[in-house]
């Protein structure tokens, strides 16, 4: 199986800070991976998938990068709603999230 | 605009059976493979199951094989999930997913979820 591993698991930043989550593949997974926002009690949300690309209507201050085993998310300027919780996730053999970043306010 | 709405989720007793139905609504069913993913109350994302576009194909993880069954009945636009023999670790809230391709066999991301339905799985 292979095994998603993300970090930090939390993250305290302000409004309009550059924010960083990285994501960690046990074996290489080439570019098929997903990103996801999810609020409390909310269902996830696609933000970015294929490693960069950007789901269509997600903010251009959200962009992805990586291939093979180690991937980024990154927030080039934190926005009120964006504190949520941030998850991987791996679909190049059966679907593997990572176990979350949690993004507050500092 | 894509609809996906679970029910069927409820208080059950170890051991008991339950099954989830998914209504899906807003585009052609029948062209899309279907997940199941669940979350364990304060806990991540776990995916479950997943089924073929066309009902053909069907995977799950190792923890509930034998058993859950997923199973679609596309004249129905709906997507189930029959849950036996369960355990304290299946208390979650299940999300039923789609792919975003027509009519693939291949792996994928989740474009669109459903609000979720919670089990609780107590004596």
């Known amino acids: 199986d292979i095994q998603m591993t993300q970090s930090p698991s939390t993250l305290s930043a302000s409004v309009g800070d550059r924010v960083t989550i990285t994501c960690r593949a046990s074996?290489?997974?080439?570019?098929?991976l997903a990103w996801y926002q999810q609020k409390p009690g909310k269902a996830p949300k696609v933000l970015i998938y294929?490693?960069?690309n950007l789901e269509h209507g997600v903010p251009s201050r959200f962009s992805g990068s990586g291939s093979g085993t180690d991937f980024t998310l990154t927030i080039s300027s934190l926005q009120p709603d964006d504190f949520a919780t941030y998850y991987c996730?791996?679909?190049?053999?059966?679907?593997?999230f990572g176990q979350g970043t949690k993004v507050e306010i500092k | 605009q894509v609809q996906l709405v679970e029910s069927g989720g409820g208080v059950v007793q170890p051991g008991r059976s339950l099954r989830l139905s998914c209504r899906a609504s807003g585009f052609s069913f029948s062209n899309y493979s279907m997940h199941w993913v669940r979350q364990a109350p304060g806990k991540g994302l776990e995916w479950v199951a997943v089924v073929s576009y066309d009902g053909s194909n069907k995977y799950y993880r190792d923890s509930v094989k034998g058993r859950f069954t997923i199973s679609r009945d596309n004249s129905k636009n709906t997507l189930y999930l029959q849950m036996n023999s369960l355990r304290a670790e299946d208390t979650a809230v299940y999300y039923c997913?789609?792919?975003?391709?027509?009519?693939?066999?291949?792996?994928?991301?989740?474009?669109?979820w459903g609000q979720g339905t919670l089990v609780s799985v107590s004596s």
């Open positions: 996730q791996q679909y190049h053999t059966y679907w593997t």
């Open positions: 074996q290489s997974i080439s570019s098929w």
């Open positions: 997913a789609r792919d975003p391709n027509v009519a693939s066999y291949g792996y994928d991301y989740f474009d669109s």
């Open positions: 294929k490693a960069s």
